[in-house]
């Protein structure tokens, strides 16, 4: 028996890949699968079932392409309802995968049709549990992305803890910087033991005081979310198709022509100190290298957005691969040659300013009725600010853009220089920025 888990860093989620006698099941594939056929084809083996855990709101799941590719079933836990042919397996269902055995297990509460799936290797010996978002190191899915009309967060945390309670020992698919849960450790497995030990959601408690404890402090979910539920749950465009598209080189002149003549956005994926010394107009600033899928979730809102990409030269496909990831699939191209190659064809340029604390203070003493925005996280802005300081935080720009004064120079205060960048509110804006080092 073969067990892999394949983590993907940008999205702290893990798929599995699962293998005894030459047959393998893959659970919660991302939305590239040729790496999960090739490494069956090179192990001589064939994929025979696709197990999902849950409708992700996280990311876009390959189980469609994966399934057209294989003709492996898809398997989702009791309620599930997706719109294409998929295995609706009852709970406590057993399936066969060469000699061991994977059996479902089902775990309202992150979503109705959360489910779990316990591996039994070939001595019929649990071994794995597959928790998908039902349970993290750490941490337990959040139980308010799939409320309704009908059921209420406070509903799905009362599941949710019957589920843990009768059901769950831990395998987590995601880690620390998913989303999806609140205090999410860095580790990628762990022992149920160690779980009960440390993990605050299997502390003994009465339901009441659980459902306080998962859903108190929780934060608004990224704008993409509620999309890819939708994608995963309806299908999505093949990943080929969108990658070819994204991946069309533009010269300056026709980059310039598409913002001219379409209502498109560009996305600026450099390092942040490149942005800040020179970045095409009307542009945002969303860095590849830091926590990017969310970061577009929360300034991009509108997922059908068509997309400019400015990139380092040789990093366009990981941009375009890891928008993909999320549901964002209306990339129309990318500048060829980057930023150097703009300048070069002596196009507009703006900039950034970044000035000291001292130098700051010198102007403030001078005029303290400046326009000074805090776009930290309200937690932190309490722990400490600029006196005359507005808190924007970066997630609630989108809303907030009015904040800004679009003749006035904006003095943005952040942590580390990340979130100096102002986000998308569906029409252009140029403002006036100075960012306090």
Not at 24 to 50: G, H, M
Not at 85 to 105: C, H, P, R, W, Y
Not at 257 to 278: A, Y
Request: negative net charge; charged residues 25%; glycine residues 8%.
């Amino acid at each position: 028996m073969k067990v892999e888990q394949i983590y993907t860093g940008c999205l702290a989620q893990g798929a599995y890949y699962i293998e005894s006698a030459g047959e393998v099941a893959i659970i919660d594939p991302l939305r590239e699968v040729n790496s999960y056929i090739e490494k069956a084809k090179r192990n001589n083996a064939q994929i025979k079932y696709i197990f999902e855990t849950h409708f992700h709101a996280d990311f876009v799941s390959g189980h469609l392409e994966l399934s057209k590719k294989t003709n492996a079933p898809i398997i989702y836990g009791p309620t599930a309802n997706p719109t294409f042919e998929a295995l609706i397996a009852t709970d406590s269902q057993e399936f066969k995968l060469g000699n061991v055995t994977i059996k479902v297990l089902h775990t309202p509460g992150h979503t109705m049709e959360s489910s779990c799936f316990l591996l039994f290797d070939e001595n019929g010996k649990a071994t794995n549990l597959f928790s998908g978002d039902t349970l993290f190191i750490g941490d337990v899915g959040r139980p308010d992305l799939a409320q309704n009309g009908s059921v209420t967060m406070e509903d799905l945390a009362g599941h949710l803890y019957d589920s843990l309670n009768q059901k769950i020992m831990p395998f987590p698919a995601h880690g620390a910087g998913s989303a999806c849960g609140k205090n999410m450790s860095k580790e990628r497995s762990d022992t149920l033991g160690h779980q009960k030990q440390v993990n605050y959601a299997l502390q003994p408690q009465t339901k009441e005081q659980f459902i306080i404890a998962v859903t108190e402090g929780l934060t608004p979910p990224p704008f993409y979310f509620p999309k890819n539920v939708l994608l995963n749950k309806t299908g999505s465009q093949d990943v080929t198709g969108v990658m070819e598209r994204g991946l069309t080189p533009l010269s300056p002149n026709e980059f310039e022509d598409l913002t001219n003549t379409i209502d498109t956005l560009i996305i600026d994926t450099r390092k942040p100190e490149m942005f800040q010394i020179g970045f095409i107009p009307q542009s945002i600033f969303i860095g590849i290298d830091g926590d990017f899928a969310p970061w577009v979730g929360t300034l991009v809102t509108d997922i059908q957005q068509e997309i400019l990409i400015v990139a380092d030269e040789g990093r366009e496909e990981e941009v375009i691969k890891r928008l993909a990831r999320v549901g964002y699939d209306h990339v129309l191209g990318y500048l060829k040659g980057g930023f150097e190659a703009w300048k070069t064809a002596g196009k507009e340029v703006d900039k950034v300013e970044s000035i000291t604390a001292e130098t700051f203070a010198d102007i403030y003493r001078k005029n303290n009725h400046l326009m000074i925005k805090d776009v930290r996280k309200t937690t932190e802005f309490e722990t400490g600010r600029i006196k005359e300081a507005e808190n924007i935080p970066l997630a609630q720009i989108s809303e907030l853009m009015t904040e800004f004064d679009n003749e006035e120079t904006n003095y943005i205060h952040c942590a580390g220089g990340y979130r100096f960048t102002t986000g998308h509110t569906g029409k252009k804006m140029v403002l006036k920025m100075v960012r306090l080092l």
